[in-house]
């Protein structure tokens, strides 16, 4: 089992790694748990260093938090859910715009996430009693920010659910964000909300700007690639051996045949886009899915 999921990690895409990062936090955090609820006997406070919390003088104190609350569950129904929605919207969105995106809108929605709970804790007096003492975890803030940013990137991209058919991922987004802006009001996890519509805010307005295609205005993939240029993510070491690099013998192209060139790539992945959306991922053939891999990495 442990070398399968280790070919997983290696081969699978990055939906499959954030789910198996997210699985392997829940099951270590509930194997530590397990002796000292065994025994009745009071276990480390692990969930304190790793969820987040609106108390901005104990954030301070516990700054990677802001990172590790995204990938902490506790309860078996929350991170199914979680999971659940990120494996089929993650995937989606991976197929359509590439590993680094969908890396880049979890830990973006991620971060708008918590942005807007502090925010709403800190700052609207609904929150006043509560703010000293409040805490947030999950991954549900991120994978709003994969679903809507998917859903707002190909509004008519069609779904079968179990239960209700074939439908469009803009219908599922809406009802999604709707169920939170009134659960805001009415819930026990009021916060928990919050952080679901920063999330989806985030996922909303980075697909709106992709898809002005502008050249410097993708922001999930602009982030990740600052990620592998800090901390080399992607790209494996070379093992020192020595690259030689070749002079440049061909023709330089103009500035003008540049930008043709690259606005006949772009209308050939909007192609393709289109493609996917009216007839499935399925019905693409294998050189169209080999030029929307290069174009998402």
Known sequence: MFEELKRQWRSGGMVIRLVLVNASVFVALHLINLPFWAMRQPGPDILGWLWSTSNLSALLHRPWTVVTYMFTHWGFGHIFFNLLLLWFMGRIFEDLLGSKRVLGNYLLG??????IYLIGYNVLPVYAEQVA??????????????????????PDYEVRLLLFGTVRLKWIALVLFLIDLVSVQESANSGGHLAHIGGALYGYASSMVLKRKTGASDWSLAFVNGLERFFGLFKPKSGGHMRVEKPFTGKRRSDADFNAAKRDHQARIDAILD???????????????????????
Do not use: N, P, Q, W
């Not at 991620?110 to 942005?115: D, H, P, R, V």
């Not at 493609?275 to 990495?297: M, N, P, T």
């Open 110 to 115: 991620g971060f708008s996430g918590l942005a």
């Open 275 to 297: 493609k996917i959306s009216r007839s499935g991922y399925d019905s693409l053939s294998k050189e169209e899915k080999d030029v929307l891999f290069k174009a998402g990495r």
């Open 133 to 154: 003492g409040s805490t947030i975890h999950g991954a549900s803030a991120s994978v709003m920010a994969v679903l809507v940013g998917i859903a707002a990137y190909r």
